[in-house]
């Protein structure tokens, strides 16, 4: 039964994160930096988070199966849900995260690696929309609408983020329109 969506949008937004270590790792040993050494460190961080969170929402997904059941307005009901949206509501935040670390590579990073920088930009870019429609599926159903309006509201800021710096990244590398749509 697992893993499921939330898992796959968070392996995608792994991928897409080490694609981005790999290239900051080798612009990193052609000109070392103190500044980016942090910068790596902290891409590498966000790699292995997105790696435990596949796990986070595979268990949390498994634990609603258990509750789908029961009413729709218990307590225990609507923890499950609220868990199934926090865990894909952390995996958009750290795929905006890392896009916004991939454009800080750009001008460090030379033509043979451009291609995949870009690359890691359109993964973390579809992970954040296939962990969007996680979350959003169960913030539809969260009776608390305090918490689910703030879920709907940090995911469309994120998304704002999320798109723009994408298409930033592809367009500085000189991919345009091609690499974009």
């Known amino acids: 039964m697992t893993p499921g969506g939330g898992s796959a949008a968070a392996i995608t937004a792994a991928l897409g994160t080490a ?22 460190k902290k891409i590498k961080k ?57 454009q800080r590579e750009i001008p ?3 033509r043979w ?9 359109i993964l973390l870019e579809a992970a954040f929309r296939a962990g969007r429609w996680n979350a959003e599926i ?14 709907e509201a940090c995911l469309a800021k994120l998304e704002k983020d999320c798109s723009r710096t994408k298409n930033k990244i592809i367009k500085d590398l000189g991919y345009g329109r091609r690499a974009a749509s």
């Open 19 to 40: 694609l981005l270590e790999m290239t900051a790792g080798i612009n990193q040993k052609k000109a070392f930096n103190r500044q980016f050494a942090r910068h790596l």
């Open 46 to 102: 966000i790699r292995l988070e997105l790696l435990t969170l596949a796990a986070e929402d595979a268990k949390a997904f498994l634990n609603f199966l258990k509750v789908r059941k029961k009413d729709k307005k218990s307590r225990v009901y609507q923890n499950a849900l609220k868990k199934s949206a926090r865990v894909p509501l952390k995996i958009c935040a750290l795929s905006c995260e890392a896009l916004r670390a991939a």
């Open 108 to 110: 460090r990073t030379g």
């Open 113 to 121: 690696l451009a291609s995949d920088l870009a690359e890691a930009a």
């Open 138 to 151: 169960n913030l539809k159903s969260i009776q608390d609408r305090r918490c689910a309006e703030k879920g």
